[in-house]
Every structure is written in C-alpha cells, then in structure tokens.
C-alpha cells in the first residue's frame, strides 16, 4: 500500500491550492468589500474548482489505497461513483475553465496590462501569488 508519485503529487497540488487560496483570502483589497467578493473574479472561481477537484482526486487514490484487495462489492461501487465524479470534473469544469482563464488572462496582460492586472494591484497581490493563482 505504498503511495506512487502521481498520489503524492495530488495531494501536493492540493495543499498548494489551499495555501494560496488562505494567503489570497488574508490580502485586504477594496475590491473584495464590494458586491460579489472574491466570487467575482473568474480567476478566483477556478482557483476553488481547482481545489476541490484536487481535493477528489486524492480522496479517490485514498479510496482506492483502502479498498484495494478487499472483495466488498459496495466499496467497489463507491469508488466507481468517486471516479465517475471526478472524471466528469474533470471533463466538464477544471479543465475547461482552467485553460479558459489562463488563456484569455496572459492574452489580455500581453495585450494591455492595465486592462486586466493594474499595477497597482502590485501593492495588494505579491507576484508569486499572481502565478500561483493562474
């Protein structure tokens, strides 16, 4: 039952999205006073559906590290389900919004900068957790 690089490496990512999303929720910014919060930016919503699909995937290797070799039909059709969700995750929200973002943000920044990250944001957001957040 030992762990593979691919289980370790979920379960890193998770823990990288989670300390970003806890630095980005601790900066005190006009703008997360507002209407919506956070909740407005796009980058901040696939920043959670990023987590929480990390977040399935190492509770499906877990699953899966627990039920393996044991013959109990209902633990297998559990993890089934588990995979099935995180797949369609997958498939339907963290990948598509992920490359949407990312895509159309350094599209915009290497258009105009000032458009879609001011400088002055400089000043709230450090830059590592700029990149980290996309």
């Given at each position: 039952m030992a762990l593979v690089p691919c289980q370790v490496l979920r379960m890193a990512i998770l823990l990288s999205y989670c300390s970003i999303l806890c630095n980005?929720?601790?900066?005190?910014?006009?703008?997360?006073?507002?209407?919506g919060g956070s909740w407005k930016f796009l980058t901040f919503?696939?920043?959670?559906?990023?987590?929480?699909?990390?977040?399935i995937c190492v509770?499906?290797?877990?699953?899966?590290?627990?039920?393996?070799?044991?013959g109990n039909q209902e633990q297998e059709?559990?993890?089934k389900k588990l995979i099935s969700l995180r797949d369609w995750m997958?498939?339907?929200?963290?990948?598509?919004?992920?490359?949407?973002?990312?895509?159309?943000?350094?599209i915009i920044y290497?258009?105009?900068?000032?458009?879609?990250?001011?400088?002055?944001?400089?000043?709230?957001?450090?830059g590592w957790l700029n990149h980290g957040m996309l």
């Open positions: 980005y929720k601790a900066i005190e910014m006009p703008s997360h006073q507002t209407y919503i696939d920043l959670v559906i990023q987590a929480v699909f990390f977040g509770l499906t290797d877990l699953s899966s590290l627990l039920t393996r070799g044991s059709r559990q993890l997958l498939a339907v929200l963290a990948f598509p919004v992920g490359v949407f973002v990312v895509a159309v943000f350094w290497a258009y105009d900068r000032e458009m879609i990250y001011p400088k002055l944001l400089d000043n709230f957001i450090p």
